[in-house]
């Protein structure tokens, strides 16, 4: 029991730290920042809810290529650039919509453009940025934390020797 404890809180806690490690230092490292696909408007290609990951190194685009930018209103858009005008702004339009955008896009407002995203990971974002989903994780680790306590008693009344690792 106690060698599938400790396997199983191996795993979880090399994930834990590659999420970690991509999410706060991909930031750092790759000049990627993750963002919440909160519409369909480019859907299928980035679906509703999925985890966007954005490269603000880099902002020139061309015409295919996927950016964020802000809008005039201030809110993150991610769509598609369609064409360059002569000023050098990119006219945008969702895939999942008939008609471009209506305002051009200054590269002064771009973010950086969309690297890759995963679906649906948004959603569980969201959820942990919630008091429900922070209370849920701290209960997961409280149990996880409350089986290895229990696992190294049993061990200690067995007469065995404890293993930190």
């Known amino acids: ?5 400790v396997t199983v809180q191996t795993v ?7 999420v970690l ?3 706060a230092g991909g930031r750092l490292l790759f000049s990627l920042t993750p963002y919440v696909v909160m519409s369909g408007s480019m859907e299928p290609s980035i ?3 999925s985890l966007c990951f954005v490269d603000g190194s880099d902002t020139d685009a061309k015409p295919g290529d ?8 201030g809110i993150l858009v991610t769509h598609r650039v369609v064409d360059v005008t002569e000023e050098g702004s ?15 896009v ?6 950086g453009k969309t690297v890759f995203s995963i679906p649906a990971a948004g959603y569980a974002v969201m ?7 922070i209370a849920v994780l701290a209960a997961l680790t409280a149990a996880f934390m409350a089986v290895g306590v229990m696992i190294s008693a049993a061990d200690r009344r067995r007469g065995r020797r404890v293993e930190r690792g």
């Open 90 to 104: 990119y006219i945008t339009r969702g895939d999942n919509n008939d008609e471009a955008d209506t305002a051009p």
């Open 127 to 133: 959820k942990l940025r919630t008091p429900g989903g």
């Open 47 to 49: 679906r509703t809810g």
């Open 21 to 23: 490690v991509f999410l």
């Open 66 to 73: 996927v950016i964020a930018f802000r809008a005039a209103d």
């Open 106 to 111: 200054s590269k002064e407002n771009v973010t």
């Open 12 to 18: 979880v806690l090399i994930i834990f730290l590659l």
């Open 1 to 5: 029991m106690r060698k599938i404890y």
